[in-house]
């Protein structure tokens, strides 16, 4: 009863602390996070923020050449919204 005790004990938190890790990276690659830091190649689009809308959908905000444009990102495809040139939003 006593090694059932230990071995609980031991493995419970290693297997929180592996599914903790997993829930982390799994959300750090859906936010487009690049995982490699440091001396990375600078890219020429960011994703400046995500918002999930619901199973396959999201808004985002990129940056390319200087500008934020909102993007409605489906499972159909990628449609522009609206861009800071434009003033129809802004980023507070």
Partial sequence: MLEYILR???????????????????????????????NAKPRAVEMVDVLPLGPGSKLAVVEFAGQRILVAVSRNGITRIADDAQGDFHVD
């Fill in 8 to 38: 609980l004990a031991l493995l419970l938190p290693l297997v929180g602390a592996m599914a903790w890790g997993s829930l982390w990276l799994w959300k750090r690659v859906q936010m487009g996070v690049p995982l490699v830091g440091g």
